[in-house]
Structure formats: C-alpha cells, structure tokens
C-alpha cells in the first residue's frame, strides 16, 4: 500500500476537499480518501475520470499501478 502523493498534492493546488472531490465526481469522501492512501485502486473508468479531473496523466497520479 502506498500513499498516493500526486494525487494528494493534485487535489490540494486546486484548493478542493476530499469532500468537494467526492461531490464533484459523484463518490463517497472516503472513496477518495482510499484513493488517496493507496487502499484501494481505481477500476478504469474512474481512473479516466480522475485524470481528466486533474487534468494529469494517470502514471503520475497512480504510478504504483504501472510498470515503468
């Protein structure tokens, strides 16, 4: 399990909640603060919802998840 920073550090330089993440996306708070801690992985979808939230690409917001 490893602590997704970029996410983290993502969320935080637009001045969003985990809270306000959650409501934007339509998940729950602690959905997006599993996310971020790295205790649960994002299916597919979510993933393209996310980099496109952050605007960011996903090897940097999930690169515990991909080799390489």
Same mark, same amino acid.
């Given at each position: #399990?490893?602590?997704?920073?970029? *996410?983290? /550090?993502?969320?935080?330089? #637009?001045?969003?909640? @985990?809270? @306000?993440?959650?409501?934007?996306?339509?998940? &729950? /708070?602690? +959905?997006?603060?599993?996310? /971020? &801690?790295?205790?649960? &992985? $994002?299916?597919?979808? #979510? #993933?393209?919802? *996310? @980099?496109? +939230?952050?605007?960011? $690409? =996903?090897?940097? =917001?999930? $690169?515990? *998840?991909?080799?390489?």
């Amino acid at each position: #399990m490893t602590k997704r920073t970029r *996410l983290i /550090e993502e969320r935080s330089r #637009m001045g969003k909640t @985990q809270q @306000q993440v959650a409501a934007d996306l339509g998940v &729950s /708070e602690v +959905y997006i603060r599993k996310l /971020e &801690s790295g205790v649960s &992985s $994002p299916g597919r979808d #979510m #993933m393209i919802r *996310l @980099q496109r +939230y952050y605007k960011s $690409p =996903l090897k940097k =917001l999930f $690169p515990d *998840l991909f080799c390489g």
